[in-house]
């Protein structure tokens, strides 16, 4: 059974960066596609930017276009979100998801929420001055 854990989140100043990881085990990430989700208090879970199986191809939210990268090692189980100039409105728990059917490529777009079977437990990040 694949277990994912987060990790990185904190409080962070607006223009600050932090480093999301989110840790696979139980079952290797190679053939899956990852996404980070991410929820605001009050507001409903959003889609922030998966990658693909092999990084070869990422998506991202216009929200975060720019200013997001996400990335993988596969050797270590890991992706990565490294997030730069962050915002306020860019705090929230954020989650790692997978989903459990294998898809060649994000290019276009990523999986819809209601595809993910495998979920974090989450990681708080909270930019405020």
């Known amino acids: 059974q694949l277990q994912l854990v987060e990790s990185g989140g904190g409080l962070v100043q607006p223009g600050g960066s932090l480093r999301l990881s989110c840790a696979a085990s139980?079952?290797?990430?190679?053939?899956?596609?990852v996404a980070w989700f991410r929820q605001a208090p009050g507001k409903e879970r959003e889609g922030v930017s998966c990658i693909s199986a092999r990084g070869g191809s990422t998506n991202y939210a216009d929200s975060v276009k720019g200013r997001f990268t996400i990335s993988r090692d596969n050797a270590r189980s890991t992706v990565y979100l490294q997030m730069n100039s962050l915002k306020p409105e860019d705090t929230g728990v954020y989650y790692c998801?997978?989903?459990?059917?294998?898809?060649?490529?994000?290019?276009?777009?990523?999986?819809?929420?209601?595809?993910?079977?495998?979920w974090g437990q989450g990681t708080q990040v909270t930019v405020s001055s």
């Open positions: 998801a997978v989903p459990s059917r294998v898809i060649p490529s994000v290019q276009t777009t990523c999986p819809e929420e209601d595809e993910y079977d495998y």
């Open positions: 139980g079952a290797m990430l190679d053939f899956y596609v």
